[in-house]
């Protein structure tokens, strides 16, 4: 049986992703920083936990991450596939974003990612695995006062490439990039909430609708396949075609 980490895997697409590889037969193991997060997880999933592993780490912390890598393969004997999902975002104008709250975001979302595939490389490599960097379609468009997550996910991208390249051929490293995906119910219960999605909002994309966080997790689970083992250093956009649209006011 195979074996992936998941990171923020307590959350929305994390969450959700979780359950895709639990039923597609992987075992997994959830890095998640968030206590009450990975409380509410260990609830719902106390059905398959001799599959699940729940670590709490920081994955902005090298002394976490490495602890964290060497707990995973301890219990599991193994790493197939290391999915890099945890991300924060502070939305603030550039005269009051402060340095610190920039460098909490890249060292959780661009840091963080590098941090996770240093210290889980070694054991990825005996099982010629697959590593998947979650990127964001603002990693080329943006909306105003998302400067830090706009950048990091920019750096996500190049570390794909860069990683593919340098770890090859033992293992594959590509992104996935999302667009707007629906996950308003799906994060912790003092977080969730139910928006009404409007007819606009689905009518924009030219899929016709918003995203589900399923899409997202079925698109991991086709890249982490080992029969799909030519594709690496690739960027995979996930937004319903929406960065393809020409848009005039």
Known sequence: MKTAIIT???QGIGRVTTQYLLTHGYRVAIWESDTEALAELKEAFKASSAQILFVSCDVSSEVNVRKAAEQTFSHFGQIDALINNAAIMIEKSIDRLTLDEWNRVIGTNLTGSFLCAKHTAQYLALQKGSIINMGSTRAFQSEPD???????????????????????????VNAISPGWIDVTALKKKSKAKSDELRPEDHAQHPAGRVGLADDIARMILFLIAPENNFITGQNFVVDGGMSRKMIYV
């Open 8 to 10: 923020g895997g307590g």
């Open 146 to 172: 998302t400067l830090p997550y706009s950048a990091s996910k920019g750096g996500i991208l190049a570390l794909t490439h860069s990683l593919a390249v340098s770890l090859g051929p033992d293992i594959r």
